[in-house]
């Protein structure tokens, strides 16, 4: 998919600046699926939209989180076309209404449920769920065993070890009396995802994958270069060894990172915490 490249929903680093990511550990790339709906300063207006509209009301919130997706699906090209790619997907499967899950998944449930007639399913962090139809209104708070006999489908931004699945999407859904059998998702990382949900009698598919293929694409159009490249195969190879490697090529880098204090500072010292690293 181009457009995750167009809207730096999947950045690259230079090839001595990597990125830290939340484990402690570093790579080449980062990926924010949900910059898809048209970019950065768009992405981040919508994730503050969401979180005021929940907080305020959770009833509510449904009906203005989707009338503002809705204004973007009809002025952002790159928004348009990956809810239409996520609508045909969906259409192939058996269900009655749609989920999605706090707060990147309402960036990809919310506009399907809409095209496609089908209520919605708006799971909040604390896995309050609210009913909604697929105009969003009606909205009710549902209890246990209220979508008895339901199948849902449940849309999500990106798997990486479906770690949400497991812990609140899936128990809430069946907890409400529905099915769920299986999920669509953008973007698969392919860090055991796929195994995770098929253990929890889940099938799952995506549009598109962070795998080889996708950078030699991006290498193909234009959008990293060769050294880029080539990090990115290294990491995808082993994100262990990549982080060694770097390392010892950059002695300094972890002690330059602590100096720099701030995110920075707290990534390096997890890192060492966690003897990814040391100075």
């Known amino acids: 998919m181009n457009d995750l490249f167009l809207t730096n929903a999947v950045r690259v680093a230079p090839a001595d600046t990597p990125f830290w990511y939340t484990s402690g550990k570093l790579g080449p790339f980062y990926i924010n699926t949900h910059f898809l709906v048209k970019d950065e300063e768009e992405a981040v207006r919508m994730l503050k939209v969401i979180e005021d509209a929940a907080s305020e009301d959770k009833l509510t919130a449904p009906g203005r989180i989707f009338s503002e997706f809705m204004k973007l699906y009809n002025s952002s090209v790159t928004f348009r076309r990956v809810t239409d790619a996520l609508v045909d997907a969906a259409a192939k499967y058996d269900f009655d209404i ?17 095209i496609l007639g089908k209520p919605h399913i708006t799971i909040y962090k604390d896995l309050t769920a609210v009913w909604t139809d697929p105009e969003f209104n009606n909205a009710k708070i549902l209890n246990d065993n209220s979508l008895s006999g339901k199948k849902v489908l449940h849309i999500a931004d990106l798997i990486t070890e479906a770690s949400s699945y497991e812990r609140a999407w899936i128990p809430v859904i ?6 769920i059998s299986d999920t669509i998702a953008v973007v698969d990382r392919h860090q055991n995802g796929r195994a995770v ?37 290294k990491f995808l190879d082993s994100p262990d060894d990549y982080m060694k ?35």
């Open 197 to 233: 949900l098929k253990s929890l009698g889940v099938e799952m598919e995506t549009l598109t994958g962070i795998d080889r293929a996708l950078f030699d694409e991006a290498l193909a159009n234009g959008y990293i270069n060769d050294d880029q490249h080539d990090l990115v195969m």
């Open 98 to 114: 749609i989920s999605g899950g706090e707060r990147r998944d309402f960036f990809f449930s919310m506009l399907p449920a809409h």
């Open 174 to 179: 069946r907890r409400l009396g529905a099915e």
């Open 245 to 279: 490697s770097f390392l010892e090529s950059h002695p300094d880098f972890i002690k330059e990172q602590i100096a720099l204090g701030g995110k920075a500072k707290e990534r390096a010292e997890l890192a060492i915490e966690k003897g990814f690293a040391s100075i």
